[in-house]
């Protein structure tokens, strides 16, 4: 994506060839700064107090994190702590197990001397990937906007609704649920989207909104609870939305407040579709509620906002009761059967085992990891 005309990417190593570079969301959208990553310490930082996020970029930060532990200490024990350490930051999102487990058996198998060259050479590698996947993304889902736009009358755009942020902010480059929004606006085709605030953290209002507006991509921020209201009126022609994890049946974790889209596209006929690429999707698991750990975080998230101030000074203040408790879960399932499609690198398929099998075959049959 372009920052102030300039090609610019989430996360990069740094030029002196001994940190990570990346862009600091907690300041979006009043302030753009990067943070520089120079330990295993920092990296799980980056993470859990979500200085970075969105799935793709959580294992692409895990994958940098990883080569910077391996640059002080190189042994098994020092492979296996970086491996637990960053597991352990944050739960839901399978990119991040995808990453580490992937870095971990390349890495593994090597003499401690020639492991933290390799580990830069592949976490590289993994963040080239992911911007070639967005790339696919984009390029399956076009066809799709292209299509339901032409069911319009002349000069009225496609209204997309879109939850959270999955775009270039939640991976290396470019985004899942922004890619064919990207692709589509890029084409000339006109689209409006739809951007759903998103709380308690308002990844719409201050990062899907940003990316949008510096794109100039048409958009309008609303509260979480209007999509339902827009489709009732026919103001919403598709729903797209990106996932932390798809399970080998379908089901679609993302963040929470996406499941309410879901029932009210079924309820309005609107097509609900979840851009994912294969690295989100776990192979290892079926029923999402079941299965799927949903991360719960600090109840702070709820209880208090932070904003600029009249005076641009930006703060954060309490919106609640003194004494009122709040619960966070971060994540909810969609269940397949409220899915209209996943847009993938490979195209566009339904939400269900055979289907995914048949697109991503050498996956579904148990993928290697190297």
Partial sequence: MNVAGRPTRTIWPDADGVAVGIIDQTSLPHALSNVRLENLDDAARAIRDMLVRGAPLIGATAAWGMWLALRSEAGDTALERAHATLLATRPTAVNLRWALDRMYARLAPLPPAERPAEARVLAAAICDEDVALNRAIGAAG???????????PAGQPLNILTHCNAGWLATVDIGTATAPIYAAHDSGLPVHVWVDETRPRNQGASLTAWELLNHGVPHTVIADN???HLMQHGHVDLVITGTDRVTAAGDVCNKIGTYLKALAARDNDVPFYVATPSPSI???????????????????EVARITGRLASGEVATVDLLPAGSPA???????????????LITERGVCAANSSDLATLFPEQAAGRAIG
Avoid: Y
């Avoid at 776990?282 to 702070?300: N, V």
């Fill in 142 to 152: 076009l066809p799709l906007l292209a299509a339901l736009a032409a069911r319009k």
């Fill in 226 to 228: 209007a999509g339902g």
């Fill in 282 to 300: 776990d192979w290892r698991i079926r029923d999402g509620r079941r299965e799927i750990p949903i991360e719960e975080r600090s109840a702070t």
């Fill in 327 to 341: 619960s966070n879960p971060a994540f909810a399932v969609t269940p397949a059967r409220l899915v209209t499609g």
